[in-house]
């Protein structure tokens, strides 16, 4: 049975930091991503990694987060700095079986989703 079970969200002023983690269990992925999606908007990926380390970030958040995976874990790490109010969004866990080296962050290569942890990010 897959399960992945993120941690690590939580209420913080902009400037602060926060590190998400997904606990993934039952196969072992090839390519596993963060995506959130903010109220009335669209999921958008964030950052993706596939196990040989080849990793894309959304425009967004380049220099700020930084996606890392522990492949004899199964864990998938998310630390975020510099978080700004447009950040606040509910961050979710997606992994697949598929290998894929590019476009890691289209939501259509996964078919694994976590239930989501909650970032909110005041000014």
């Known amino acids: 049975q897959v399960q992945l079970v993120e941690s690590g969200g939580g209420s913080v002023q902009s400037g602060g930091s926060l590190r998400l983690s997904c606990a993934a269990s039952?196969?072992?992925?090839?390519?596993m991503g963060w995506f959130r999606q903010a109220p009335g908007k669209e999921r958008e990926g964030v950052a993706a990694i596939n196990r040989y380390g080849t990793s894309n970030y959304a425009d967004s958040v380049k220099g700020r987060f930084t996606i890392s995976q522990d492949n004899a874990k199964n864990t998938l790490s998310l630390q975020m700095n510099d978080l700004k109010p447009e950040d606040t969004a509910m961050y979710y866990c997606a992994a697949d079986r598929a290998m894929w080296w590019t476009l890691l962050l289209d939501p259509s290569r996964y078919n694994n989703w976590g239930q989501g942890t909650q970032v909110t990010v005041s000014s």
């Open positions: 039952g196969y072992t992925f090839n390519i």
